[in-house]
């Protein structure tokens, strides 16, 4: 790795440890600190992160939990103190995603476009948030991700969620260990589970029965629905926040509560030519057949769960191409559209 020696990497990898623990020191957050244990055994899982190819997405839902903890500090000093080292860390680490995504998804032909305006639709009582829905490979967590820094919102996405179930389970795997296992493999060919070439094994008999019982006898899938819909309740009465997906857009659409929805998505092709510098060592063919069916699963538990047709533009407030703006792009122009508009901070 010719961009970062090891040993940047490990006072890398020590000021995000330290920053977890400063900011749980601070907060003293029931969920934890997001990094355990041996300190040492802490810093060199980290560093492996920012080694690896596929590190990239933990390192940053992980940097998000951080992230999310340290906006919630009330004395400004400490939070400011907090988030100045967050973004500077956060800054640091984009060589990450920059060197393993060689490929962005910005397509030249469509670029020539695009200026748009969102009326203000928040009172002053309101938390500012942001739903963003989006298909596999077209920058959706990219663009979240980002944005949430540039507006001082927290993020949130699936495997954050699942991370704070996990706590808040404090072990119990009933709710959590299975996220997707409904998206079982068909003739022993992986299908898509909610991650790219997942593999999800249907848990254990016993397991199913005691979810059965403790759910009331409600699917388990529809448990974790009805959970996590709470939890964004929870959250649109205390902070500002991006949220990728969980069908957030519906959930606060129906307790009355404003919020931006945005879809995220971009052509297959485009998709398929980005994903093939994620997953070299798969085939052109496998990459198509995970993101078709990608796209079939959101379909399907999406309009299961809210009765809405995932995708569809008058769904929501703005549909955005990926591939005619790139993933920096798409972000400056949802920030030129918000900026004006709203005061986020």
Not at 234 to 246: H, Q, S
Not at 283 to 297: C, N, P, V, Y
Not at 312 to 333: F, H, K, P, Q, W
Not at 340 to 345: E, P, R
Request: hydrophobic letters at 35%; a neutral charge.
């Amino acid at each position: 790795m010719d961009e970062i020696k090891s040993l940047d990497l490990r006072e890398l990898a020590e000021r995000i440890y330290n920053l977890d623990e400063k900011a749980y020191t601070i907060t003293g957050s029931a969920l934890g600190r997001v990094y355990n244990g041996d300190k040492e055994h802490a810093i060199a899982y980290i560093i492996d992160l920012l080694e690896a190819q596929k590190g990239a997405d933990i390192l940053r839902d992980e940097l998000a939990l951080i992230g999310n903890m340290g906006k919630t500090i009330a004395e400004k000093h400490n939070r400011t103190d907090i988030l100045d080292e967050y973004n500077a860390i956060t800054k640091q680490t984009k060589w990450q995603a920059d060197h393993y995504t060689r490929v962005d998804i910005l397509d030249q032909s469509r670029a020539a476009l695009n200026t748009i305006a969102l009326k203000d639709r928040f009172s002053e009582e309101d938390k500012r948030i942001i739903c963003i829905a989006r298909t596999y490979g077209s920058g959706g967590h990219e663009i979240g991700f980002a944005l949430a820094n540039e507006k001082n919102m927290s993020y949130y996405d699936k495997k954050i969620f699942m991370e704070i179930l996990k706590r808040m389970s404090a072990g119990n795997k009933s709710i959590w260990e299975h996220a997707d296992y409904y998206e079982k493999a068909v003739r022993g060919n992986p299908v898509y589970a909610g991650m790219p070439f997942e593999n999800d094994n249907l848990p254990p008999v016993k397991q199913m029965r005691e979810d059965f019982s403790k759910f009331h006898g409600l699917p388990r899938r529809d448990a974790l629905y009805f959970t996590q819909s709470k939890m964004i309740l929870d959250l649109a009465k205390t902070e500002n926040f991006v949220m990728l997906g969980r069908y957030a857009d519906v959930v606060l659409t129906n307790e009355h509560i404003p919020h931006i929805s945005i879809f995220i998505t971009a052509p297959l092709e485009n998709r398929i030519e980005r994903l093939k510098s994620l997953y070299p060592e798969r085939s052109e063919k496998q990459i198509r057949k995970m993101l078709i069916q990608s796209d079939k699963t959101h379909l399907r538990e999406y309009r299961y769960f809210t009765g809405r047709m995932w995708g569809r533009a008058e769904n929501y407030d703005l549909t955005i191409n990926s591939a005619s703006y790139g993933i920096s792009g798409s972000v400056a122009m949802l920030l030129e559209m918000l900026e004006g508009k709203v005061d986020y901070k």
